[in-house]
């Protein structure tokens, strides 16, 4: 989520608190008093991945709204009306960093009053957990099919805290809620370790519909093919995405191979051993269809230049950059291990393949190769993306804030009542 910062002159919204309306659920009203509301992460850092960008923005909206907002991290950029905690993480490991950080994020709570704490990390307790990244038996999985090795790798004692916190927040009462972004996590959640469904919250992530936009065609299309060497009626697909083995670069390779009927143009855009990749597709007589643009700080311009989205990716639990795309009105072809291929409609807004499978990946490719079917896929893509504001996804979020603070101030007034 990239947002613009919040001024003086957006209006100041209000604490939300629930009222029953029987078997329909909530229905909620407004009350003048503003929440506070503590965020925890680690690195409150743009230059940082996805998990703090989102973190970021959050805390952006959320004083668009009025409310008081506090971070809890350890490292941090300085930003207008968010009041600081420092968590400390002792950094000899991982183990220490993420167990020390966890525990002193946990004093930092029950020395505070707030009315709403929402974690991005791992840590002892808070009122709601975003798992925006899997489970760690999950992430184990995997990085290693070998059942040998997977076990081996459960005793790593970075992934045994992981797991501890995972319980703690899990299956002991580390949360009240859970909060995902795709219905592929809620089941990996529910499947390892038991937790409710109806604990489990799904909102899928937001995208900023003004920049990416398939307005920027006009823009950037020309410039960049130029830039990057590719002719201006080349079929251009688009990967984005940070370790390239992990995000199915190696399957996309295959199904550019020169055995195919279709001749497309890749163009990848991320961190990754380009060299390895770079080789490995000379070899697979591909070399001349893969242009490597390195790590790139602004992607609207590549998205611009596009004509298809792809990403084989082995696992996300949802990948924004697939919410960019189709809102830049680009077709996305992605796997079924990747949470947002939930929104997606095979052959209405791109396609979906298993994971691993080049063929099937062709055969997508096939499919898009004709104009006007990319264009009806495009503009369907875009319209879908509205569903998927900042605006939407905020008011779902404070939604569920009112709930968990109705549950909140209902146990409160049990133990009152019995102490």
Same mark, same amino acid.
């Given at each position: 989520?990239?947002?613009?910062?919040?001024?003086?002159?957006?209006?100041?919204?209000? +604490?939300?608190i629930?009222?029953?309306?029987?078997c329909?659920?909530?229905r909620?009203? +407004?009350?003048?008093v503003? /929440?506070?509301?503590?965020?925890?992460?680690?690195?409150?850092?743009?230059?940082? !991945?996805?998990?703090?960008?989102?973190?970021?923005?959050?805390?952006r909206?959320?004083?668009?709204?009025?409310?008081?907002?506090?971070?809890?991290?350890?490292?941090?950029?300085?930003?207008?009306?968010?009041?600081?905690?420092?968590?400390?993480?002792?950094?000899?490991?991982s183990?220490?960093?993420?167990?020390?950080?966890?525990?002193?994020?946990?004093? %930092?709570?029950?020395?505070?009053?707030?009315? /709403?704490?929402?974690? /991005?990390?791992?840590?002892?307790?808070?009122?709601?957990?975003?798992?925006s990244?899997?489970?760690?038996?999950?992430?184990?999985?995997?990085?290693?099919?070998?059942?040998?090795? +997977?076990?081996?790798?459960?005793?790593?004692?970075?992934?045994?805290?992981?797991?501890?916190?995972?319980?703690r %927040?899990?299956?002991?009462?580390?949360?009240?809620?859970?909060?995902?972004?795709?219905?592929?996590?809620?089941?990996?959640?529910?499947?390892?370790?038991?937790?409710?469904?109806?604990?489990?919250?799904?909102?899928? &992530?937001?995208?900023?519909?003004?920049?990416?936009?398939?307005?920027?065609?006009a823009?950037?299309?020309?410039?960049?093919?130029?830039? #990057?060497? %590719?002719? $201006?009626?080349?079929?251009?697909?688009?990967?984005?995405g940070?370790? #390239?083995?992990?995000?199915?670069?190696?399957?996309?390779?295959?199904?550019?191979?020169?055995?195919?009927?279709?001749?497309?143009?890749?163009?990848? *855009?991320?961190?990754?051993?380009?060299?390895?990749?770079?080789?490995?597709?000379r070899?697979? !007589?591909?070399?001349?269809?893969?242009?490597?643009?390195?790590?790139?700080t602004?992607?609207? $311009?590549?998205?611009?230049? *596009?004509?298809?989205?792809?990403?084989?990716?082995?696992y996300?639990?949802?990948?924004n950059?697939?919410?960019?795309?189709?809102?830049? !009105?680009?077709?996305?072809?992605?796997?079924? &291990? &990747?949470?947002?291929?939930?929104?997606?409609?095979?052959?209405?807004?791109?396609?979906?393949?298993?994971?691993?499978?080049?063929?099937?990946?062709?055969?997508a490719?096939?499919?898009c190769?004709e104009? &006007?079917?990319?264009?009806? /896929?495009?503009?369907?893509?875009?319209?879908?993306?509205?569903?998927?504001?900042?605006? +939407?996804?905020?008011?779902?979020?404070?939604?569920?804030?009112?709930?968990?603070?109705?549950?909140?101030?209902?146990?409160?007034?049990?133990?009152?009542?019995?102490?």
């Open positions: 989520m990239d947002l613009t910062a919040a001024g003086p002159d957006h209006p100041v919204s209000t +604490r939300y629930p009222r029953k309306t029987g329909c659920g909530f909620i009203r +407004r009350s003048p503003p /929440m506070k509301i503590a965020l925890v992460c680690q690195k409150f850092r743009t230059d940082y !991945g996805g998990l703090e960008r989102y973190t970021i923005s959050l805390a909206e959320l004083l668009k709204r009025g409310h008081e907002v506090h971070v809890l991290a350890n490292r941090w950029e300085p930003h207008d009306h968010v009041i600081f905690h420092r968590a400390r993480a002792i950094r000899l490991d183990p220490v960093k993420n167990l020390s950080f966890a525990l002193s994020a946990r004093r %930092i709570i029950q020395r505070e009053s707030f009315d /709403m704490v929402q974690s /991005m990390e791992r840590v002892w307790r808070q009122d709601i957990f975003r798992a990244d899997g489970i760690n038996p999950v992430q184990v999985a995997r990085r290693h099919a070998s059942p040998l090795k +997977r076990r081996l790798a459960l005793l790593n004692p970075r992934n045994a805290v992981l797991r501890l916190l995972e319980y %927040i899990f299956r002991f009462g580390g949360a009240r809620r859970i909060l995902t972004n795709s219905f592929l996590v809620r089941r990996q959640i529910t499947d390892h370790y038991g937790v409710r469904p109806e604990k489990i919250s799904v909102l899928y &992530n937001a995208v900023d519909t003004a920049r990416f936009h398939p307005k920027q065609a823009k950037w299309r020309e410039t960049v093919r130029r830039q #990057y060497g %590719i002719g $201006p009626a080349d079929l251009l697909l688009l990967f984005v940070n370790n #390239y083995h992990r995000k199915g670069l190696a399957t996309l390779l295959q199904a550019l191979a020169p055995d195919r009927k279709q001749r497309n143009i890749a163009l990848i *855009a991320g961190k990754g051993d380009a060299g390895h990749f770079s080789r490995l597709s070899s697979m !007589g591909a070399g001349d269809r893969v242009v490597f643009a390195g790590q790139v602004d992607t609207v $311009p590549l998205y611009a230049a *596009a004509d298809l989205f792809v990403l084989p990716t082995e996300d639990a949802f990948a950059v697939c919410l960019e795309a189709m809102a830049c !009105g680009l077709p996305v072809i992605t796997t079924d &291990n &990747n949470g947002a291929s939930e929104i997606i409609h095979p052959g209405v807004h791109g396609h979906v393949f298993p994971v691993g499978d080049a063929d099937h990946l062709a055969h490719l096939d499919l190769q104009e &006007n079917a990319r264009k009806k /896929m495009g503009e369907a893509a875009r319209a879908l993306t509205k569903n998927f504001t900042m605006e +939407r996804y905020m008011e779902r979020l404070l939604d569920l804030y009112a709930e968990v603070s109705q549950e909140k101030s209902e146990m409160t007034a049990l133990r009152e009542r019995h102490p």
